[in-house]
Nanobody
Framework: QVQLVESGGGLAQAGGSLRLSCVAS????????MGWYRQGPGKERELVAD???????NYADSVKGRFTISRDNAKNAVYLQMNSLKPEDTAVYYC?????????????????WGQGTQVTVSS
């Protein structure tokens, strides 16, 4: 059974930093894109950053230069280092993983979501 476990959210002051972690547990034939999305109050869920299996990053314009995504393929983990936080970064952050589980005999790619972790930035 595949599960994504997130950690690292919390409260920070504007200008501060937080680091999010997400570990995918289970048995995979392959893990492809790993990334982070967020959903602020009254807003739709949006991409924050994602990383290809080769480690190529992709960022939303709103976080470029402030956030850094990284991954550890040996640990099936993805991280989000968030610096220079702003109140508008306040949201629930979700980890998303595209992967092929070994249990799928057809080799289909599945999308998995974490349970979400709250990030609150005070001004």
């Amino acid at each position: 059974q595949v599960q994504l476990v997130e950690s690292g959210g919390g409260l920070a002051q504007a200008g501060g930093s937080l680091r999010l972690s997400c570990v995918a547990s289970g048995s995979f034939a392959s893990i492809n894109v790993m990334g982070w999305y967020r959903q602020g109050p009254g807003k739709e869920r949006e991409l924050v950053a994602d990383s290809s299996s080769e480690g190529y990053p992709n960022y939303a314009d709103s976080v470029k230069g402030r956030f850094t995504i990284s991954r550890d393929n040996a640990k099936n983990a993805v991280y989000l280092q968030m610096n220079s936080l702003k109140p508008e970064d306040t949201a629930v952050y979700y980890c998303k993983v595209n992967a092929i589980p070994r249990a799928d005999v057809f080799g289909r790619r599945w999308v998995y979501w974490g349970q979400g972790t709250q990030v609150t930035v005070s001004s």
